[in-house]
């Protein structure tokens, strides 16, 4: 099956400015994440989507950052504006909805803001 | 809340010789364990994952891991280490918190170095 895709693989953009990344996630996958990694961490989670409804966005700077899934399948999460601390690779990952079930990720998108 | 502990941030072994990645978990719920693999410049890739079936769980590449609830860790290890698993190793537990969160929580990460 096809994996999780996602655009650009790489960004470069200067502070206070927007950028959004696009993810298409596995065929039939109902719960798509998205996950920021700063250099030298572990993935950290912003948002959880269960079809297109939002069930986790605790972690989301919401006064710069947003997600959306409209349809239930590809989502966008889109910042505004950047500043230098967001410099990382944005991770989408999809996975069943189910427990048990592993996630799948994309490649990932690597923002440098500069 | 869940939350989990690798107690390496670096573990560097010579090639042939065994490999140990620890990790220690929290969860308030009976949880999901996953090892996963990151390669330079490579996406993550799941090593194996234990779903409260058998205690000892079987991966790729030669790795197991074996859950153990009474120390709450689920330590990774590999038999005779090769060069080409020198990569960067997360330790992550996936629990229900209610309302349907149940996302992935990643601890910092191993990075295993090969010595030739």
């Known amino acids: 099956e096809a994996g999780v895709a996602q655009s650009p693989r790489y960004k470069i953009i200067e502070k206070r400015q927007s950028v959004a990344f696009w993810c298409n996630p596995i065929?039939?996958?109902?719960?798509l994440y998205w996950y920021q990694q700063i250099l030298g961490q572990g993935p950290k989670l912003l948002i959880q989507f269960q079809n297109n409804g939002v069930v986790d966005d605790s972690q989301l700077p919401k006064d710069r950052f947003s997600a959306e899934r409209l349809k239930g399948v590809d989502s966008t999460l889109k910042i505004q504006p950047a500043k230098l601390e967001d410099s990382a690779v944005y991770l989408c990952?999809?996975?069943?909805?189910?427990?048990?079930?592993?996630?799948?990720f994309g490649q990932g998108t690597r923002l440098t803001v500069v | 809340a869940q939350s989990v502990t690798q107690l390496d941030s670096h573990v560097s072994v010579s090639e042939g010789t065994p490999v140990l990645l620890r990790c220690n978990y929290s969860?308030?719920?009976?949880?999901?364990l996953f090892w996963y693999v990151q390669h330079p410049n490579k996406g993550l890739q799941l090593l194996l994952k234990?779903?409260?079936?058998?205690?000892l769980v079987k991966g790729i590449n030669g790795f197991e891991a074996e859950f153990k609830k009474s120390e709450t860790s689920f330590h990774l290890t590999k038999p005779s280490a090769h060069m080409s698993d020198a990569a960067e190793y997360f330790c992550?537990?996936?629990?229900?918190?209610?309302?349907?969160?149940?996302?992935?929580?990643f601890g910092k990460g191993t990075h295993l170095i090969i010595q030739p």
């Open positions: 992550v537990v996936r629990g229900g918190s209610g309302g349907g969160a149940d996302g992935l929580t």
């Open positions: 990952a999809s996975s069943r909805q189910n427990l048990n079930t592993e996630a799948f």
């Open positions: 065929s039939g996958h109902a719960t």
């Open positions: 234990y779903t409260s079936a058998a205690t």
């Open positions: 969860s308030s719920y009976s949880p999901s």
